[in-house]
């Protein structure tokens, strides 16, 4: 059957592209797409084609096709009904890491189904919870806590709606755009611009991929506090205060990546195990507040650089499969 796929021509451009989609062997499934979900991060830095020569093979998506920087298939936040494949998922909505797709088949064990309790366009957000769900193991907050997100991108109002839920903590999340405070009004939680924020914190996470966002993180800490590092920060050159007090405070700089379940949980917890807690997790109608824009598949070549150029401000952009190509 024919299909069609979102391809990066070349950076900065894409189009639209049909898709010999085979049918279904045993073991796997055919998927439909309902929704895909574009990333402000991750995914507008690989359109610019901002990936590193040496970070190629780290970025690779689960079912990319093509190479960075172009011509390439990315993609990673994707939700659709199963067509075919085992009786127990058949009309069953599952998440999958697959690109912006109108139909695809995969094995059984990459997709995982959506609770029921979990609308299938929130459902687009999993693999943003999970990476937050990662980073929260390796920080390993704790009750009663000082704590800041600093960048309220997709990733940090994640960490910061998960926080949100933490008994006894002090919790502000962080950014230079005060518009953001209406996002963190959504979601319950205290918001400050990075001049006003609370210092004094046993933890911050930092998710702006700046370095000013990670040199404020670090003037927030109390002594011995920790930044846990979220941030992907592509080509950019980044520039950390390491003088000054880092040194007589102790502090510590940790890093988090998504690509390996945090030290604490491995060998207890699989890939599926985080991505599972991710989808339960998103029950929550606060993570609506991440759904900032919305445009059918057939619009996608111009939205990625309008999305990409900040002129289509967005945390996570739905991509809604009604007319195909």
Known sequence: MTDFAFWITAPGEGEIRPVEVPAPGPGEVLVRTL??????????????????????????????????????????????????????????????????????????????????????????????????????????????????????????????????????????LVDANPQRAELAAAMGVDFALPADAAGDCDLVVHASATSAGLARSLELLAVEGTVVELSWYGDKQVSVPLGEFFHSRRLVVKSSQVGGIAPARRGRRTYADRLATALDLLADPVFDALLTGESDFAELPGVMPRLTSGELPALCHLITYTSGA
């Open 35 to 172: 929704h895909s979900g574009v990333s402000r991060g991750t995914e507008t830095l690989v359109f610019r084609g901002g990936v590193p020569e040496n970070q190629h093979a780290t970025m690779r998506a689960p079912f990319q096709e093509g190479d960075f920087p172009a011509p390439v298939k990315y993609g990673y936040l994707n939700v659709g009904v199963v067509e075919e494949g085992p009786a127990e998922l058949l009309g069953r909505t599952v998440f999958s890491l697959f690109p912006h797709q109108t139909r695809f088949v995969v094995p059984v064990e990459s997709v995982t189904v959506v609770p029921e309790n979990v609308p299938a366009a929130r459902a687009v957000l999993a693999g943003t919870v999970e990476t937050a769900l990662n980073g929260l193991w390796d920080a390993a907050p704790l009750i009663g806590d000082r704590i800041a997100v600093v960048g309220a991108g997709m990733v940090g109002a994640s960490v910061a709606a998960i926080l949100s839920r933490f008994p006894g903590v002090r919790l502000q």
